[in-house]
C-alpha cells in the first residue's frame, strides 16, 4: 500500500474558486467585498439576538420595529443596514456596536488601525 505521509487533501479555497469563477467580471472584488460584509453583520445581529434569547419579535418590540425588519437584518443577501438600527439592537441588550476599518490589500504592515465603540465621543 502507498504512503500517503507527504500528500495533501485537496483544499477548497473559497477565495481562489471565487477568483477563478469570476476574476475577469468588473468589479468582481467589490461585489464579493460587499457580500461578505453584509453576511457579517447579518451573523452579528442573529448571533446578538440568539445570545440574549430573544425572538425576533421580541427584539423587535424592544426597538419599537418590525419583526420582519429583523429577519431582513439577519438576512445574509440584505444591504440595508443601518448604524442607527444596529446602535438601537445593541442597546436594548445592554451592548454596544463596534467596528474597525482594515486595509484593503493584503499588506504585511499594515498601517495602524483603531478600534472604538460606535457611538462614543472623542
Not at 20 to 35: H, I, L, N, R, S
Not at 50 to 79: F, K, N, P
Not at 92 to 108: H, I, L, N
Amino acid at each position: 500500500m502507498a504512503s500517503h505521509k507527504n500528500q495533501r487533501a485537496p483544499r477548497n479555497d473559497a477565495l481562489a474558486v471565487m477568483t477563478k469563477m469570476f476574476g475577469g467580471e468588473p468589479g468582481w472584488e467589490k461585489g464579493v467585498a460587499d457580500a461578505t460584509a453584509a453576511a457579517e453583520i447579518a451573523e452579528e445581529v442573529y448571533a446578538l439576538r440568539e445570545r440574549h434569547g430573544l425572538t425576533q419579535r421580541e427584539l423587535a418590540t424592544r426597538i419599537g420595529s418590525s419583526q420582519s425588519a429583523v429577519a431582513r437584518m439577519e438576512d445574509g443577501e440584505y444591504r440595508g443596514h443601518s448604524m442607527s438600527v444596529l446602535r438601537r439592537m445593541a442597546a436594548a441588550v445592554g451592548e454596544q456596536v463596534s467596528f474597525k476599518f482594515v486595509a484593503a490589500s493584503r499588506s504585511k504592515t499594515p498601517r495602524g488601525t483603531s478600534k472604538r465603540a460606535v457611538g462614543s465621543k472623542r
